[in-house]
T-cell receptor, first 114, second 114 residues
Framework: DAKTTQPNSMESNEEEPVHLPCNHS???????IHWYRQLPSQGPEYVIH???SNVNNRMASLAIAEDRKSSTLILHRATLRDAAVYYC???????????????FGTGTRLTIIP | NAGVTQTPKFQVLKTGQSMTLQCAQD?????MSWYRQDPGMGLRLIHY???????DQGEVPNGYNVSRSTTEDFPLRLLSAAPSQTSVYFC?????????????FGPGTRLTVL
């Protein structure tokens, strides 16, 4: 399975943009890039996903490198509520069932400084 | 919608005891899965199901059984609890539409095996 590499931790000031990097040099052409985050003492929650083009939604933006070997999750204006562990995940197809499973790494722990 | 619900929130077992962790979703999702999260680590997939009557093993299935008799419910059974199964358990569900599935996670069950 293709793997992802993320920094263990990052800090950012409140109300400033945050760029969370992810390397996935062995990504295959059909792998989607998913981002989830896990707030303290909660289950993970979906943030965003993409394949080749940059993506925006109400929570964040996803910038994908042209060669798809890396991506960056962008939080445009961090708040204290954004303090969480952020997981960059490549979707793995479960070919016999035609569905998918997510393989979580250890993620990046984001600390927001007031 | 209640989303994904899990019971109990906390459980303490003695080695050798058995128990069932409950998971239910009210979103008519086909895909359901169980993960465990050990301290300081990412989530690891235990078992998953793509519909009623269909289950398969994930990354760490030993010591756990699952069944899926209805779309809504996906219980996880610990046959003979061991201290190594002390962990936080998360249930997740998602649509099965074209393979681009946002997964919804429950709040987790914190299990301690003495």
């Amino acid at each position: 399975d293709a793997k992802t590499t993320q920094p263990n931790s990052m800090e950012s000031n409140e109300e400033e943009p945050v760029h969370l990097p992810c390397n996935h040099s062995t990504i295959s052409g059909t792998d989607y890039i998913h981002w989830y985050r896990q707030l303290p003492s909660q289950g993970p929650e979906y943030v965003i996903h993409g394949l080749t083009s940059n993506v925006n939604n109400r929570m964040a933006s996803l910038a994908i490198a042209e060669d798809r070997k890396s991506s960056t999750l962008i939080l445009h204006r961090a708040t204290l509520r954004d303090a969480a562990v952020y997981y960059c995940i490549l979707r793995v197809w479960v070919s016999n069932f035609g569905n998918e499973k997510l393989t979580f790494g250890t993620g990046t722990r984001l600390t927001i400084i007031p | 919608n209640a989303g994904v619900t899990q019971t109990p929130k906390f459980q303490v077992l003695k080695t050798g005891q058995s128990m069932t962790l409950q998971c239910a979703q009210d979103m008519n999702h086909e895909y359901m899965s169980w993960y465990r999260q050990d301290p300081g680590m990412g989530l690891r997939l235990i078992h998953y199901s793509v519909g009623a009557g269909i289950t398969d093993q994930g990354e760490v299935p030993n010591g756990y059984n699952v069944s899926r008799s209805t779309t809504e419910d996906f219980p996880l059974r610990l046959l003979s609890a061991a201290p190594s199964q002390t962990s936080v358990y998360f249930c997740a569900s998602s649509y099965r539409v074209g393979g681009i599935n946002e997964q919804f996670f429950g709040p987790g069950t914190r299990l301690t095996v003495l």
